[in-house]
């Protein structure tokens, strides 16, 4: 009889001579889903071999866990026939990670057990505490509370059929939220709505793909529900867009997916680490743009795994998470990751993930290596001239001519311009348009 094959979350041991590898598999198993199998007497192919099995065998496995596994845990060991082979099956769970094997930790990747580097180890007792730390208590109050900033997340938390339109006083919302306890804020709260701009985020755009010489950079500090829409509202700004004709409307399509965009830099301020120095970051370059998350992804996985399986969610900050969910700033972890990745494919966009030491980062990549330009190498001509023609792409030059005040001469040297400048493209002749390439 054969068993299948190992995985993530099952180990097959021929003999329990192997009780010491079995114990890292049970350690590895359990900080990255928490539970886990293990069979004593099955080739690590699967075939059902047996072994002789007493009371005293079960007593050696049992002890082994107790003395091997810390924290402790109860697991179940039983006796299981296969075709008249006796097999030991050690099923076991926790929710108290990490663990160790003797004092080492070991995460599980496919059906091998590999030792935590320091800097993952430290990533996963931070996810073990991290409902702890949005939950705390601050020495703030609704005082320092952002008015503004509250009634942008209530207004879309309502219009959204995500938060009843009851009571719009801001003490009983974040009260019934639970990000008001005892008349302090939350931590949660603090990051989310307060006036005292408590992160920092760092937009800029580069020449090149080093971070280099840039053409624009800003730094600015606020609030989570404010830095969405200022991030958000940056690279909107910064990305090509291209106009389409369809019948008698004007298209303007993003080189990147906006909802996409916008769905990761909120998971970023979902899942950020609040407690370190660290800033957010957006870095557009010519071929790409990072989204830089101050987090740790989940220790074991990659976004792929929350976008081809059906993993459960794993929150870092469940109080700022379920607050975003209810203005509709983000869904589910890894049900807003699907559709990124669904979206981004569908549209022939390719999108990385880089893991570093104290955060991670997506990656768009932009279509045929995009030559960054931007309004610093327009004249004043040039950007009036182009914001005329995205009001009214079949405008004639002695029309233009006549609204602007200049010669029929400057509007076509100033047109030539933008053109060669890869601004703009003409579509059709006398009676064409004008198409907004940038």
């Known amino acids: 009889m054969n068993l299948g094959i190992e995985d993530e979350m099952l180990e097959f041991k021929k003999t329990t001579g192997e009780l010491n590898e079995a114990m890292v598999s049970i350690c590895a198993m359990l900080n990255k889903h928490g539970k886990g199998t293990i069979y004593f007497g099955v080739h690590p ?21 107790y003395e091997s596994i810390t924290p402790s845990i109860i697991p179940q060991i039983s006796k299981k026939m296969f075709d008249d082979k006796a097999v030991i099956e050690v099923t076991f769970f926790g929710n108290e990670k990490p663990y ?13 057990d590999r030792v935590l580097p320091p800097n993952e180890l430290r990533h996963l007792f931070e996810y073990n505490r991290a409902e702890s730390w949005d939950r705390e208590i601050t020495d703030y109050t609704i005082k320092d509370i952002d008015l503004n900033s509250f009634k942008k997340f209530y207004n879309k938390a309502v219009a959204c059929n995500r938060l009843k339109d009851t ?12 990000l008001i306890v005892n008349d302090h804020l939350t931590n949660a709260a603090l990051y989310l709505f307060s006036s ?24 600015v500090k606020g609030n989570i529900i404010d830095l969405i829409d200022i991030a958000s509202n940056y690279v909107k700004e910064k990305i090509l867009w291209k106009a389409d004709i369809v019948g008698m409307s004007r298209i303007e399509i993003p080189e990147i997916p906006i909802k996409s965009l916008r769905e990761i830099i909120c998971n970023s301020f979902a899942h950020a680490r609040y407690n ?21 992804f989940p220790i074991g996985y990659n976004p792929e795994d929350f976008v081809n399986q059906n993993l459960q969610s794993m929150v870092r900050n469940p109080l700022i998470l379920d607050t975003l969910y209810l203005s509709e700033d983000v869904e589910t ?6 559709k990124v990745y669904s979206e981004c494919k569908e549209k022939a966009i390719k999108i990385e993930y880089i893991k570093y030491q104290d955060g991670f980062a997506f990656i768009f990549n932009r279509k045929n290596g995009i030559n960054q330009l931007t309004n610093k190498t327009l004249t ?21 001519a006549k609204e602007i005040g200049k010669s029929s001469r400057t509007i076509q040297r100033t047109l030539n311009n933008l053109k060669a400048k890869g601004y703009i493209e003409r579509i059709g002749g006398t009676k064409g348009y004008w198409n907004i390439i940038i």
């Open 380 to 400: 004043e001509n040039e950007k009036k001239m182009l914001s005329l023609l995205k009001q009214s792409p079949k405008t004639s030059i002695n029309e233009f």
């Open 45 to 65: 192919n699967g075939e059902v071999v047996g072994q002789e099995i007493t009371e005293a065998t079960l007593r050696d496995v049992s002890r082994k866990i």
């Open 333 to 338: 972890y890894s049900s807003g990751l699907k």
């Open 276 to 296: 370190t120095f660290t800033e957010h970051e957006i870095d557009i370059h010519p071929n790409k743009i990072v989204i830089y998350n101050p987090g740790a």
């Open 167 to 178: 009571n719009s006083n801001p003490d009983e919302v974040l009260k019934r939220l639970g």
């Open 100 to 112: 160790s094997c003797k004092g080492v930790y070991y995460i599980r990747t496919a059906d091998e």
């Open 196 to 219: 005292l701009n408590p992160i920092t985020l760092k937009m800029a755009v580069f020449a090149t793909e080093e971070k280099m010489t840039f053409l624009d950079i800003n730094r």
